[in-house]
């Protein structure tokens, strides 16, 4: 099936400075992917949508310049939260969705939480 | 336009005693439905999706859900559970073929399993 990884999976880092979060989709082309945040005991909130080679379109409310989002080819997405602050701390998960015959299935990363101190 | 809506917060059952998860939904068109589960720190696996073929859809681990289009309902049912089934699980709708920004997640059911 469908696989999507996450690296890191946990992370730590000092305020002000910028994290790069990865997702990856192992075994198959992901024409989309989807970056989410979820706070504790909380749904997921979608932060923002990538095409391979397009900018990322982003929810409202979620700062782009804070969140930069970069889906430089069709198995790779990177998230990196910039000049991170301790309301940055969640955790972040991605999808990926691919072609046929799934069009409309998203597949979930395992997720990475970020904590900042 | 659709939303979902989870009836309850939190559910507790008893192991070896049925599990009824409840999600209804609201939506100007076919909808694909699916329910996911979330462990603690971990990413969100599928458990079971509808896409307008039978409508009692059999998932993974001993779930299934019907889809009741006069209630607009989609509830997740186990027979028995287990231990291991305790976690938060979200009911989620999508249109049929929709556009990259069109998943909306119920607000979760967190499911405690007592010895």
């Not at chain 1, 000049?83 to 999808?95: G, K, Q, T, V």
């Not at chain 2, 989609?74 to 929709?98: I, N, W």
């Amino acid at each position: 099936g469908a696989v999507v990884s996450q690296h890191p999976s946990w992370v730590i880092c000092k305020s002000g400075t910028s994290v790069k979060i990865e997702c990856r989709s192992l075994d198959f082309q992901a024409t989309t992917m989807f970056w989410y945040r979820q706070f504790p005991k909380q749904s997921l909130m979608l932060m923002a949508t990538s095409n391979e080679g397009s900018k990322a379109t982003y929810e409202q409310g979620v700062e782009k310049d804070k969140f930069l989002i970069n889906h430089a080819s069709l198995t790779l997405s990177t998230l990196t939260v910039t000049s991170a602050h301790p309301e940055d701390s969640s955790f972040y998960i991605c999808s990926a969705r691919g072609g046929a015959p799934s069009y409309n299935e998203q597949f979930f990363g395992p997720g990475t939480r970020l904590t900042v101190l | 336009a659709q939303s979902v809506t989870q009836l309850d917060s939190h559910v507790s059952v008893s192991e070896g005693t049925p599990v009824l998860l409840r999600c209804n939904y609201s939506s100007s068109y076919s909808p694909s439905l699916f329910w996911y589960v979330q462990h603690p720190n971990k990413g969100l696996q599928l458990l079971l999706k509808y896409t307008s073929a039978a409508t009692l859809v059999k998932g993974i681990n001993g779930f299934e859900a019907e889809f009741k289009k006069s209630e607009t309902s989609f509830h997740l049912t186990k027979p028995s559970a287990h231990m291991s089934d305790a976690a938060e699980y979200f009911c989620v709708v999508s249109p049929p073929s929709g556009s990259a920004r069109q998943l909306t997640f119920g607000s979760g059911t967190q499911l405690t399993v007592l010895p």
